[in-house]
């Protein structure tokens, strides 16, 4: 079983920038497709990016592309979620976690970190 300890997080202002960490325990990641996602108070937990199973791709919500960049080192068992010109609509905690089967919804991933919170001032 992998765990996933989530850490970057805090109060930025529209424009800004966070850099996200997702530190895995218990198993490499290295073998696993890894995703991050978010969930906005009141609503559900929402696809932000993963990777591909080989690791060769990256995917992203159209919301986010352009704009946030995923990479990971297996070596370090880290995977990040780099967040450029953020946006309030951009406000939410964030989690990483580990893909289970084809897809990119909630229930393709699983072994979710605790979640970090990522607040946007306008």
């Known amino acids: 079983q992998v765990q996933l300890v989530e850490s970057g997080g805090g109060l930025v202002q529209a424009g800004g920038s966070l850099r996200l960490s997702c530190v895995a325990s218990?198993?490499?990641?290295?073998?696993?497709?890894m995703g991050w996602f978010r969930q906005a108070p009141g609503k559900g937990r929402e696809f932000v990016a993963a990777d591909s199973w080989s690791g060769s791709m990256t995917y992203y919500a159209d919301s986010v592309k352009g704009r946030f960049i995923f990479s990971r080192d297996n070596a370090k068992n880290t995977v990040w979620l780099q967040m450029n010109s953020l946006k309030p609509e951009d406000t939410a905690v964030y989690y990483c976690?580990?893909?289970?089967?084809?897809?990119?919804?909630?229930?393709?991933?699983?072994?979710w970190g605790q979640g970090a919170q990522v607040a946007v001032s306008s």
């Open positions: 218990g198993r490499t990641i290295s073998s696993y497709a």
């Open positions: 976690a580990v893909k289970t089967r084809d897809g990119t919804s909630a229930q393709d991933f699983g072994s």
